[in-house]
């Protein structure tokens, strides 16, 4: 302990922790990034006031554990994808399209063509329950699959 204690300088602590950091780059957990934030600041403050090997660990282990948990506490749930995905009726109900195409076979079948793209696709088929005549409108009210229930406008 002695040794350890006589032997290891803050410059150690840096290059770990970039160590740490770099790893990452290699890792998929996104947590030795938080390891290596915590051996430079450990490093850091080695640079400034010396201190024991035992309290060198204990502080990179305390540094370790609070970034890590406010990392994923507070943090991360705020950087989270917020894309429409998930809110794809949402964007649907309401919109209104033109009927370009009618099934005559399939009564109440057909396609319809948004103004512009709407989840990707300006063009949907479709299925109502009231007559419809090409060229159209009608509003979207359900989805049933990928396909769009509609009514006359």
């Not at 024991?52 to 554990?65: A, D, K, N, P």
């Not at 005549?133 to 009608?138: E, I, N, P, Q, S």
């Amino acid at each position: 302990m002695e040794w350890l204690n006589a032997n290891i300088a803050y410059w150690h602590w840096l290059i770990f922790g970039l160590g740490l950091a770099l790893a990452e780059i290699l890792l998929v957990s996104f947590v030795a990034l938080w390891f290596g934030v915590s051996a430079i600041i450990v490093g850091l403050l080695l640079w400034i006031v010396p201190f024991s090997f035992t309290v060198q660990l204990m502080l990179w282990i305390i540094l370790s554990i609070i970034i890590v948990f406010s990392w994923f506490k507070w943090v991360s749930p705020h950087l989270k994808n917020k894309t429409f995905s998930g809110m794809s009726r949402e964007s649907m109900i309401g919109q209104v399209g033109t009927v370009i195409e009618y099934n005559s076979v399939h009564e109440g079948r057909g396609t319809l063509r948004f103004p512009a793209p709407i989840l990707g696709n300006d063009e949907w088929q479709f299925i109502c329950t009231d007559t419809v005549d090409l060229g159209g409108r009608v509003m979207v009210r359900e989805f049933s699959g990928n396909t769009l229930i509609v009514s006359a406008k």
